[in-house]
């Protein structure tokens, strides 16, 4: 391994909701370093999404953050002259930052309506186990499973 590894920091619980994946989430969408706009956005998203499953905002987030968040994923391992899928289990960590980045990243790609209206409907998607990042994860998951014969070159 080079060098060291990145040292972890702290992310500050957001003010409204008072929670740290909320706060991870204004983070990922937000562009140029405008936050404020980020949070309005993340916040007017999750307050629709809630009336519309008719869920606790925190407990609409967890659950999409759990749908979404994959079991398993694939790392590329060189042995022998041969590069090897490697399935190997996902941090919880990892795994928060990977639903966050496909949920992000799925709304960004879309276009013709406002961002937090895309973001709602993928929220609300996500919630009911549908949607093109639960699409992602069920992706990444198959691709492990397709390589469990190469589990036994787990580092």
């Known amino acids: 391994m080079r060098g060291k590894p990145a040292i972890r920091r702290k992310v500050e619980a957001d003010p409204q909701y008072g929670s740290l994946v909320v706060s991870k989430l204004i983070n990922y969408a937000m562009l140029d370093g405008k936050k404020q706009k980020s949070r309005d956005l993340v916040y007017a998203a999750i307050e629709r999404a809630s009336k519309v499953t ?71 998607a996500a919630f009911n186990n549908e949607g093109a990042a639960v699409k992602k994860r069920e992706t990444v998951e198959k691709m492990a499973e397709a390589n469990r014969a190469f589990a036994q070159f787990k580092w």
Do not use: C
């Open 54 to 124: 008719k869920t606790d905002a925190k407990e609409l987030i967890d659950t999409v953050i759990n749908n979404v968040m994959p079991k398993l994923e694939v790392r590329s391992r060189r042995i022998g002259g041969a590069n090897y899928q490697v399935p190997v289990p996902v941090a919880e960590h990892r795994g928060i930052a990977l639903a966050m980045k496909w949920i992000i990243g799925v709304v960004r790609e879309k276009q013709g309506k406002d961002f937090d209206e895309f973001l709602a409907e993928e929220l609300i």
